[in-house]
């Protein structure tokens, strides 16, 4: 953890203007955060040497230390050298000024004093875990009984408290979350069946509370708008696939029919050389004509074979464009089938944990009907300002010049490290004449608790007034 850091760069002095030893304890002020007991500190100290035109680090000095019980450090070349009350900035100022002083230096050297870990901060008092917790910079009062774990809950019904609005609040999730998973089911058995909407069951629509209306309402709106776009963008890709196969089948037609005049053409030729041949047996016709026609003959058959490699890749297409919209279809079902099992399984399994946490609703209530020390709790929790309730008190025991100081604190009050917060709950009887009205959620009815009573809450402890410490470090309390 890292802390605040000051870092002093005095002007080159000589050593015989260097401040004396009373006089280096540089003055005090009240609003930079003054170091105590267990802070640790990193001290570094720097001298810049013109001669050698270097920067010189003394590691002897630059280490981490801790502040001892009695608010010293144990410094090499210094020894004992009081840091309890200074600021980061003073004590580097300090040890800065005490260095040219004891080594006679010509020049006040640089020191730097960075707080590494502040001292802890103690919780104690009504919380789950008093103890001892680290510090942070920031922190709030809040957020140090969170370190404690929050208030205790085994007094005044807090954990009966705690347990029901929590399952409360995961009875109602899990009832949402069934509502939701049935209504995808619906979706993926329409889109399944390849319908044109989707077949809702009937008891999502038999709720009696507005707001389950409401939010079932939106819940079905919402699938219906994926499953037409998803119905769209399937027919989109069929229809693509579709006209695809027209487009090649009607190619495969026409080579057919190119292939058929070819045929005609290549008839005609060979009955036409048939003749020529016969003549040219009987010295008729001459040689060239029937070389002519013979070459002729080759060149379509050349064109009818390519023809029918044409007619063949164009077949391959179509095939092909078939597979294709095969695949799509077996794909998409594959994927609406996995997703609605998983949609199915989820439903399964969401049902019986609502079963349960039902169960332990029911069974929650019925402890905190026999409990009057949790209606008194339950009751707090409904009061206003201006009401009573259960009152969580916060005291701050603080370490200052001259002794130790308590201090009224809210929530949201800063701590400073080495701070004992004190943790106390009262409860006042001025608002528990109305009692406490418990419902399942989901279920209709609801059950009113009696009021309970308690005895008067103990008077908070005497708390000092505190004033600003002044520049010498007095309190007055």
Same mark, same amino acid.
């Given at each position: 953890?890292?802390?605040?850091?000051?870092? %002093?760069?005095?002007?080159?002095?000589?050593?015989?203007?260097?401040?004396?030893?009373?006089?280096?304890?540089?003055?005090?002020?009240?609003?930079?955060?003054?170091?105590? =007991?267990?802070?640790?500190?990193?001290?570094? =100290?720097?001298?810049?040497?013109?001669?050698?035109?270097?920067?010189?680090?003394?590691?002897? %000095?630059?280490?981490?230390?801790?502040?001892?019980?009695?608010?010293?450090?144990?410094? #090499?070349?210094?020894?004992?050298?009081?840091?309890?009350?200074?600021?980061?900035?003073?004590?580097?100022?300090?040890?800065?000024?005490?260095?040219?002083?004891?080594?006679?230096?010509?020049?006040?050297?640089?020191?730097? =004093?960075?707080?590494? !870990?502040?001292?802890?901060?103690?919780?104690?008092? /009504?919380?789950?875990?008093?103890?001892?917790?680290?510090?942070?910079?920031?922190?709030?009062?809040?957020?140090?009984?969170?370190?404690?774990?929050?208030?205790?809950?085994?007094?005044?019904?807090?954990?009966?408290?705690?347990?029901?609005?929590?399952?409360?609040?995961?009875?109602?999730?899990?009832?949402? !979350?069934?509502?939701?998973?049935?209504?995808?089911?619906?979706?993926?058995?329409?889109?399944?069946?390849?319908?044109?909407?989707?077949?809702?069951?009937?008891?999502?629509?038999?709720?009696?509370?507005?707001?389950?209306?409401?939010?079932?309402?939106?819940?079905?709106?919402? !699938?219906?708008?994926?499953?037409?776009?998803?119905?769209?963008?399937? !027919?989109?890709?069929?229809?693509?696939?579709?006209?695809?196969?027209?487009? *090649?089948?009607?190619?495969?037609?026409?080579?057919?029919?190119? *292939?058929?005049? /070819?045929?005609?053409?290549?008839?005609?030729?060979?009955?036409?050389?048939?003749?020529?041949?016969?003549?040219?047996?009987?010295?008729?016709?001459?040689? #060239?004509?029937?070389?002519?026609?013979?070459?002729?003959? &080759?060149?379509?058959?050349?064109?009818?074979?390519?023809?029918?490699?044409?007619?063949?890749?164009?077949?391959?297409?179509?095939?092909? $464009?078939?597979?294709?919209?095969?695949?799509?279809?077996?794909?998409?079902?594959?994927?609406?089938?996995?997703?609605?099992?998983?949609?199915?399984?989820?439903?399964?399994?969401?049902?019986?944990?609502?079963?349960?946490?039902?169960?332990?609703?029911?069974?929650?209530?019925?402890?905190?009907?026999?409990?009057?020390?949790?209606?008194? $709790?339950?009751?707090?929790?409904?009061?206003?300002?201006?009401?009573?309730?259960?009152? =969580?008190?916060?005291?701050?025991?603080?370490? $200052?010049?001259?002794?130790?100081?308590?201090?009224?604190?809210?929530?949201?009050?800063? %701590?400073?490290?080495?701070?004992?917060?004190?943790?106390?709950?009262?409860?006042?009887?001025?608002?528990?004449?109305?009692?406490?009205?418990?419902?399942?959620?989901?279920?209709?009815?609801?059950?009113?608790? #009696?009021?309970?009573?308690?005895?008067?809450?103990?008077?908070?402890? /005497?708390? &000092?007034?505190?004033?600003?410490?002044?520049?010498?470090?007095?309190?007055?309390?």
């Amino acid at each position: 953890m890292i802390g605040m850091c000051w870092v %002093l760069q005095p002007a080159p002095a000589l050593a015989s203007e260097a401040p004396k030893a009373d006089a280096a304890e540089p003055a005090m002020s009240s609003d930079a955060y003054r170091l105590g =007991v267990n802070d640790k500190l990193r001290i570094q =100290v720097f001298e810049w040497r013109p001669a050698r035109d270097e920067l010189f680090t003394w590691t002897a %000095l630059n280490q981490v230390y801790t502040v001892d019980p009695a608010g010293t450090l144990s410094l #090499p070349l210094l020894g004992q050298i009081r840091a309890a009350g200074y600021t980061t900035a003073e004590l580097a100022t300090l040890i800065s000024h005490k260095l040219a002083k004891r080594l006679n230096l010509g020049a006040v050297p640089h020191a730097t =004093v960075e707080v590494t !870990e502040f001292r802890p901060i103690f919780v104690t008092g /009504h919380v789950e875990k008093a103890g001892e917790y680290p510090f942070t910079p920031g922190m709030t009062v809040l957020q140090g009984v969170s370190r404690g774990g929050g208030l205790y809950k085994g007094v005044s019904g807090q954990r009966l408290e705690r347990e029901y609005l929590t399952i409360s609040g995961t009875f109602d999730r899990l009832l949402q !979350e069934r509502e939701r998973l049935t209504v995808r089911k619906a979706r993926l058995e329409a889109e399944l069946a390849h319908a044109d909407r989707i077949a809702f069951p009937a008891e999502l629509r038999m709720s009696r509370r507005p707001y389950k209306v409401e939010f079932t309402a939106s819940l079905m709106a919402k !699938e219906q708008s994926v499953f037409e776009l998803r119905r769209k963008a399937y !027919e989109t890709q069929v229809t693509a696939l579709l006209q695809l196969q027209s487009f *090649l089948e009607q190619e495969v037609e026409t080579i057919a029919k190119r *292939l058929d005049a /070819h045929q005609s053409q290549i008839d005609l030729v060979k009955s036409e050389l048939s003749g020529i041949e016969h003549l040219s047996d009987r010295g008729l016709a001459t040689q #060239p004509r029937l070389l002519g026609l013979k070459r002729h003959l &080759a060149q379509l058959e050349g064109e009818k074979l390519r023809m029918e490699s044409e007619r063949t890749r164009a077949r391959q297409e179509v095939s092909r $464009v078939v597979l294709s919209k095969i695949d799509f279809d077996n794909k998409r079902a594959n994927d609406l089938t996995v997703e609605l099992q998983q949609t199915e399984a989820r439903l399964q399994q969401v049902i019986q944990e609502a079963s349960v946490s039902e169960q332990l609703l029911l069974e929650t209530r019925s402890q905190v009907a026999s409990s009057p020390t949790a209606r008194l $709790v339950l009751s707090g929790s409904g009061s206003d300002a201006t009401g009573g309730g259960p009152e =969580v008190i916060y005291t701050i025991a603080r370490q $200052v010049r001259g002794g130790v100081i308590e201090i009224e604190a809210t929530e949201s009050t800063l %701590l400073q490290p080495g701070d004992t917060i004190k943790v106390a709950v009262s409860a006042s009887p001025s608002n528990l004449g109305g009692g406490l009205e418990i419902g399942v959620p989901g279920k209709p009815g609801t059950r009113e608790l #009696p009021a309970a009573t308690t005895a008067e809450p103990p008077k908070p402890p /005497h708390r &000092a007034s505190v004033e600003p410490i002044s520049a010498t470090g007095s309190a007055r309390r």
